[in-house]
């Protein structure tokens, strides 16, 4: 797998995430760049929710503690907080 | 708020009669017995799934290990937010008595907290980290003390039920009996006071709020309720209990009939006390 199509893969799956956790979108049509917080698509109590998601994802623990402000805002910007930079999230 | 203050009065008295040392009075085991049970299987968290009626007994009291960890360690997340928010309101808008008595409560609260940590750290070398995750809502004051105190009567009502029913439990480890005991003897007069001051704040101030702020605070009190079980339901606890799928074991159990049932239970006591009290409409499913 190259880097792209695994990035791809990753976008995919937390697109059909928050598309199971909101009504209105398909697996496949919530866009990467949309504002998923900011319009209340996905709530606080979701958040949790995604961690854990994310957590089976990566394959290691997350500590929210040290999540930065705005990781959540787009699927792009979770792709790139969680599985680009390299944070010391666990 | 005069029956608060008359309340507080009340609870220091009884919180200086009940003064303890939690050091002097535990005796923390060398190694503990891999044999013992450490949290009654009835409050597990996969309790009526098909995965935990075909553990042989040995993981489900491994199981049951874990889970006591975890529960401890979501009362160290739960009570670090209650020491910040007692601490912030030492002194601030009520009258001295109240203080009084939250000097108690915040001295309680730690000592708790130290047991927790002392077992946590002991015999499971960690404690697990809370997944909350605040988008950081802003209220007006009013309403930023009433939640507190309605989150602190929500998170106490819920471990409180663990720890009376655990500390009854004859087949659990005498330490986990005992931890249980302590937590709920102080407990019993911090839900006293979160239940009076809590609606006392939403008689006072439920009128000048008006009807969109109140739904706003039942929406939020709703997510919470919601946020405070999942903390109960950790994969990573599956995983150290010898689960391999255990992100999915944890969707099972979040999702079992059976533990929603479980969930409604416990719950029916807290959600009582929002509904007759106005707060809440009515009872959230869980």
């Not at chain 1, 995604?50 to 792009?76: M, V, Y």
């Not at chain 2, 809590?198 to 101030?205: D, G, I, N």
Request: charged residues 20%.
């Amino acid at each position: 797998m190259n880097v792209l199509s695994k990035e791809q893969a990753i976008k995919n799956k937390l697109s059909a995430w928050v598309a199971e956790q909101s009504s209105g979108y398909h697996a496949d049509s919530v866009p990467f760049d949309l504002r998923i917080i900011e319009q209340r698509i996905i709530t606080s109590v979701q958040i949790m929710e995604l961690i854990l998601f994310l957590e089976h994802l990566r394959g290691e623990p997350i500590n929210p503690l040290q999540i930065k402000p705005g990781a959540f805002s787009t699927i792009d910007a979770i792709y790139q907080h969680f599985f680009v930079e390299d944070h010391a999230y666990a | 708020m005069d029956n608060v203050v008359t309340l507080s009065q009340k609870l220091s008295k009884a919180s200086v009669k009940r003064y303890s040392n939690p050091y002097l009075e535990f005796d923390w085991p060398e190694v503990l017995s891999e044999d013992s049970w450490w949290f009654s299987p009835e409050l597990s968290s996969l309790c009526g799934t098909a995965v935990y009626d075909v553990l042989p007994a040995e993981q489900q009291q491994r199981l049951a290990f874990w889970e006591l960890v975890n529960f401890f360690s979501l009362n160290i997340h739960g009570e670090k937010a209650l020491l910040q928010g007692l601490a912030k309101r030492l002194y601030s808008r009520w009258p001295t008595e109240i203080s009084e008595y939250l000097h108690h409560f915040l001295g309680e609260e730690n000592k708790h907290m130290t047991l927790f940590g002392t077992f946590c750290m002991r015999y499971a070398n960690k404690v697990y980290p809370s997944k909350a995750y605040s988008l950081n809502e802003n209220h007006i004051q009013s309403v930023e003390d009433f939640l507190f105190f309605a989150r602190v009567v929500i998170f106490e009502e819920f471990v409180d039920y663990y720890n009376l029913y655990m500390a009854k439990d004859e087949r659990l480890h005498p330490l986990c009996r005992a931890i249980n005991q302590y937590h709920h003897n102080d407990e019993s007069r911090h839900l006293a006071f979160g239940r009076k001051i809590t609606q006392q704040l939403f008689e006072s101030h439920a009128g000048d709020w008006g009807e969109d702020t109140v739904n706003g605070i039942r929406r939020y009190l709703g997510d919470y309720i919601q946020a405070t079980w999942k903390e109960y339901y950790n994969p990573w606890v599956y995983k150290d209990a010898g689960f391999n799928d255990f992100y999915k074991t944890y969707l099972t159990a979040w999702r079992h009939e059976s533990q929603k049932q479980l969930r409604q239970k416990i719950s029916s006591h807290c959600f009582s006390f929002f509904v007759t009290s106005g707060i809440l409409a009515e009872e959230p499913v869980v």
